[in-house]
């Protein structure tokens, strides 16, 4: 079951914590806890923006739920280069929705992230 934190973490970044969701609706600063509430720790979104960040989540589920599923039918650990792949390319298009006060505090987000996560293909 060495593959579970990684798929957890993936999760993560897609399916926001539940908590940081209910901060942003109510107009707060996000400080929910996970990945999804980390990556936008201390930054605040306009409903456009929300609406953007939910759209970007539901675009990768998807393929994030099949790497858990192809791990878990296998038997076999989470493709660790396709999970880097889709996790850049959905922070970068989170990243992109973000004006540039908000820009800032995301890339500390990350980096402050990136450390905290062991070395794996594709976290650099």
């Given at each position: 079951m060495k593959f579970l934190p990684a798929a957890l973490l993936a999760l993560g970044?897609?399916?926001a914590d539940g908590s940081?969701?209910?901060?942003?609706?109510?107009?707060?600063?996000?400080?929910?806890?996970?990945?999804g509430g980390l990556i936008?720790?201390?930054?605040?979104?306009?409903?456009?923006?929300?609406?953007?960040?939910?759209?970007?989540r539901e675009k990768y589920a998807p393929q994030l739920m099949q790497l858990r599923k192809t791990a878990q039918t296998t038997g076999?650990?989470?493709?660790?280069?396709k999970l880097a792949e889709?996790?850049?390319a959905q922070v970068?298009?989170?990243?992109?929705?973000?004006?540039a006060e908000q820009v800032a505090t995301f890339d500390r987000n990350v980096a402050t992230l990136k450390?905290?996560?062991?070395?794996?293909?594709?976290?650099r």
């Amino acid at each position: 079951m060495k593959f579970l934190p990684a798929a957890l973490l993936a999760l993560g970044l897609t399916v926001a914590d539940g908590s940081a969701c209910v901060a942003q609706q109510a107009g707060q600063t996000v400080q929910g806890r996970g990945m999804g509430g980390l990556i936008l720790e201390g930054i605040t979104l306009t409903d456009a923006q929300k609406t953007q960040q939910r759209a970007i989540r539901e675009k990768y589920a998807p393929q994030l739920m099949q790497l858990r599923k192809t791990a878990q039918t296998t038997g076999t650990p989470i493709d660790q280069v396709k999970l880097a792949e889709i996790r850049a390319a959905q922070v970068s298009e989170l990243r992109a929705i973000l004006t540039a006060e908000q820009v800032a505090t995301f890339d500390r987000n990350v980096a402050t992230l990136k450390a905290r996560t062991p070395e794996r293909p594709g976290n650099r």
